[in-house]
C-alpha cells in the first residue's frame, strides 16, 4: 500500500507563501488522484485540491482558487501544493491523501493518508 509523508508546513505571516510537498513511497499510477486536504480545530476535513495527471484535471474549492496551485512530480512520486496570499483562516493542519479514482474531490474517495503537517497564518 502507498504511504504518503507531508512535509513544508510551519508559521509564516498573513500574505506569506508555503509550499507543502508530498512523498509517495512507490509510484502511484498516474490515472490516479492526489488531493490536500485540511482541518482545523474543530471544523470537518475538507479538501483543498486534487490533481489527475493523466486526464489534466486539477480541482480547487472556492475559497484558494487563485492563491494556491497543486502540481506534481510524477518522477519524483510527489505532489506539491503552492499556497501564496495565505490568511489567517488558511492556519490547519493540512493532510495529503491518495484516491483510486479519477477526478475525486470527495472525502470518501481517498483511502490513503499522510500523518498531515501543521501551517499556522498569523494576522
Known amino acids: 500500500q502507498v504511504q504518503l509523508v507531508e512535509s513544508g508546513g510551519g508559521l509564516v505571516q498573513a500574505g506569506g507563501s508555503l509550499r507543502l510537498a508530498c512523498v509517495a513511497s512507490?509510484?502511484?499510477?498516474?490515472?490516479?488522484?492526489m488531493g490536500w486536504f485540511r482541518q482545523a480545530p474543530g471544523k470537518e476535513r475538507d479538501i483543498v485540491a486534487s490533481?489527475?495527471?493523466?486526464?489534466?484535471?486539477?480541482y480547487y474549492t472556492d475559497s484558494v482558487k487563485g492563491r494556491f496551485t497543486i502540481s506534481r512530480d510524477n518522477a519524483k512520486n510527489t505532489v506539491y501544493l503552492q499556497m501564496n496570499s495565505l490568511k489567517p483562516e488558511d492556519t490547519a493542519v493540512y493532510y495529503c491523501a491518495f484516491s483510486p479514482s479519477v477526478a475525486a474531490t470527495v472525502r470518501n474517495a481517498y483511502n490513503v493518508w499522510g500523518q498531515g503537517t501543521q501551517v499556522t497564518v498569523s494576522s
Open positions: 490533481i489527475t495527471w493523466s486526464v489534466n484535471y486539477t
Open positions: 512507490e509510484r502511484t499510477f498516474s490515472s490516479r488522484t
